[in-house]
Every structure is written in C-alpha cells, then in structure tokens.
Nanobody
C-alpha cells in the first residue's frame, strides 16, 4: 500500500522560508514522477511543482517560480519542497502526490495524472 506523509508545515511571516517533506512508503519513489499541489480555503487544488522520476527535470507554477524548489532524496525515499520568500497568498494546505506509472519522459502538472496523495500539510504565511 502506497502512503505519502507530508511534514514541515507551519505558521511563518512574509519573507520567511519553509521546507516541506514528503516521505513515501510502500513503493520506491525514485521510479515515479512526483508533484506538489496546494489548496487554499474556498479554492480548487492547484499545481505547484513537479519533478521527473530521474530528478533531472522540474516544472513550477508561475506563481512560485524562482521562489520554490522541488527536489528528491532517493536514499530517504523522500521528496522536498523548499519554499523561500513566502507570501500570504502561499497560505494553503500542501499535498504531495505520486503517479500510478513509473518512469516516463513527461512532466505532469495536472491533478488527474496522480494516483496517490498525502494527507496534506498546512502552511500559513502572515503579513
């Protein structure tokens, strides 16, 4: 059974940094593309970042480009989202996700491409 557990969320001030972790069990995450999404209150879940299974390619939403960085540490079966220069509009529950299918050459930016999801981590940025 595939399980993803996010951690590292919290309450920070504008301009601060946070690093979210997504620890996997039940599968070797290094074989799969991984994504981070977020959902603010009253809003739909939206794409934040994705990383190819090989780790050599990434993609970001325009709203976070240049401030956030996705990475993976295969030895720990963990994917990270480093968030810098946080803004109040970054406030949301952040979810990591993994696909059903291993490998592949594309970058996957839509919710429908992901099969397994974590429970989410709250990030709150105060102004």
């Amino acid at each position: 059974q595939v399980q993803l557990v996010e951690s590292g969320g919290g309450l920070v001030q504008t301009g601060d940094s946070l690093r979210l972790s997504c620890a996997g069990s039940g599968r070797t995450l290094s074989r799969y593309a991984m994504g981070w999404f977020r959902q603010a209150p009253g809003e739909e879940r939206e794409f934040v970042a994705t990383i190819r299974w090989s780790g050599v390619a990434t993609s970001y939403a325009d709203s976070v480009k240049g401030r956030f960085a996705i990475s993976r540490e295969n030895a720990r079966n963990t994917v990270y989202l480093q968030m810098n220069s946080l803004k109040p509009e970054d406030t949301a529950v952040y979810y990591c996700a993994t696909r059903s299918f291993a490998f592949g050459t594309r970058l996957f930016e839509t919710i429908g491409h992901y099969r397994f999801w974590g429970q989410g981590a709250q990030v709150t940025v105060s102004s």
